[in-house]
């Protein structure tokens, strides 16, 4: 069974940094593209980021561009996502997903599959 395993989450202050991982149980060669979702309580699941599997032009959303830069190591089958600058409006549970079909996209329902989620809060 294909696992994603996100980790790195914490509690940190406004203006700081965090890097999230996502580590694979499968090559992570084989997926079309991966990407970062975020769910904040009380709102719908926001898509972050996406990059396809060589790792060309990602995809951010606009709250997160400037600040965030995901990238991936297919050689440790890890996904990654450096936050600079957080702000508390980042305050979230962060996942990592995955698509063996489709290329980057904005919406959730082109990835088959998911991690757990990482908490990351912001404090002001």
């Known amino acids: 069974q294909v696992q994603l395993v996100e980790s790195g989450g914490g509690l940190v202050q406004a203006g700081d940094s965090l890097r999230l991982s996502c580590t694979a149980s499968?090559?992570?060669?084989?997926?079309?593209?991966m990407g970062w979702f975020r769910q904040a309580p009380g709102k719908e699941r926001e898509f972050v980021a996406s990059?396809?599997?060589?790792?060309?032009?990602?995809l951010y959303a606009d709250s997160v561009k400037g600040r965030f830069t995901i990238s991936r190591d297919n050689a440790k089958n890890t996904l990654y996502l450096q936050m600079n600058s957080l702000k508390p409006e980042d305050t979230a549970v962060y996942s990592c997903?995955?698509?063996?079909?489709?290329?980057?996209?904005?919406?959730?329902?082109?990835?088959?599959?998911w991690g757990q989620g990482t908490q990351v809060t912001v404090s002001s």
């Open positions: 997903a995955a698509s063996k079909v489709y290329s980057i996209s904005y919406s959730p329902a082109r990835y088959g599959y």
């Open positions: 499968e090559r992570t060669f084989t997926w079309s593209a």
């Open positions: 990059i396809t599997r060589v790792g060309g032009t990602p």
